[in-house]
Antibody, heavy 124, light 107 residues
Framework: DVQLVESGGDLVQPGGSLILSCAASGFTFTTYWMNWVRQAPGKGLEWVAN????????HYVDSVKGRFIISRDNARNSLYLQMNSLRAEDTAIYYC?????????????????WGQGNLVTVSS | AIQMTQSPSSLSASVGDIVTITCRAS??????LGWYQQRPGKAPKLLISAASTLQSGVPSRFSGSGSGTDFTLTISSLQPEDFATYFC?????????FGGGTKLENK
């Protein structure tokens, strides 16, 4: 069975740093794009970042560019999110998400497996 | 960034009803749109990709349509387990963007 297990969430002060990890199992990690999606308490979903299968391509939402870094270790089947200069508005549940990109007439994304989520709280 | 405007933001309905949720994109996104269901305290679940392709295992009462800027998720006969929040997601261009969500409540 596909499993995505996040860890590393914590209470951190504004301006602080944190690393989220996601351990993947039950599928061939090296053949999937991976994403981080977050959800502030009681709010909607926000896509944060993604990374190509081999780590050669990364994309970020503007609000985290220059502060967050997505990375992966394919030998360890793991996805990471290094979060720096944290702000109160980064408080959210962070989900690790697999993207089953497929092609028919175009390339399409399918966020088909999600982790259980990990809470990051930024507060003094 | 492409803005996804989802409506309504909340909806009251009863078991057996037909329910329609819409998403409007701020620009043409072809059919690069997915629909997700989120139950309270749970991670979202993929229902539909490419605007109308039903994910394996998702009941056939769910359907999606649309292309360009206007998209629709329809639930043909609402079941008790369908009371949840629904989100659309455009994957046409970065940054990927979600609609604001539609909370479907039991009338």
């Amino acid at each position: 069975d596909v499993q995505l297990v996040e860890s590393g969430g914590d209470l951190v002060q504004p301006g602080g740093s944190l690393i989220l990890s996601c351990a993947a199992s039950g599928f061939t990690f090296t053949t999937y794009w991976m994403n981080w999606v977050r959800q502030a308490p009681g709010k909607g979903l926000e896509w944060v970042a993604n990374i190509k299968e081999d780590g050669s391509e990364k994309h970020y939402v503007d609000s985290v560019k220059g502060r967050f870094i997505i990375s992966r270790d394919n030998a360890r089947n793991s996805l990471y999110l290094q979060m720096n200069s944290l702000r109160a508005e980064d408080t959210a549940i962070y989900y690790c998400v697999r993207d089953d990109v497929y092609y028919t007439t175009n390339y399409y994304s399918r966020f088909d497996y999600w982790g259980q989520g990990n809470l990051v709280t930024v507060s003094s | 960034a492409i803005q996804m405007t989802q409506s309504p933001s909340s909806l009251s309905a009863s078991v057996g009803d037909i329910v329609t949720i819409t998403c409007r994109a701020s620009q043409d996104i072809r059919n690069d749109l997915g629909w997700y269901q989120q139950r309270p305290g749970k991670a979202p679940k993929l229902l539909i990709s490419a605007a109308s392709t039903l994910q394996s295992g998702v009941p056939s009462r769910f359907s999606g349509s649309g292309s360009g800027t206007d998209f629709t998720l329809t639930i043909s006969s609402l079941q008790p387990e369908d009371f949840a929040t629904y989100f659309c997601l455009q994957d046409y261009d970065y940054p990927l963007t979600f609609g604001g969500g539609t909370k479907l409540e039991n009338k």
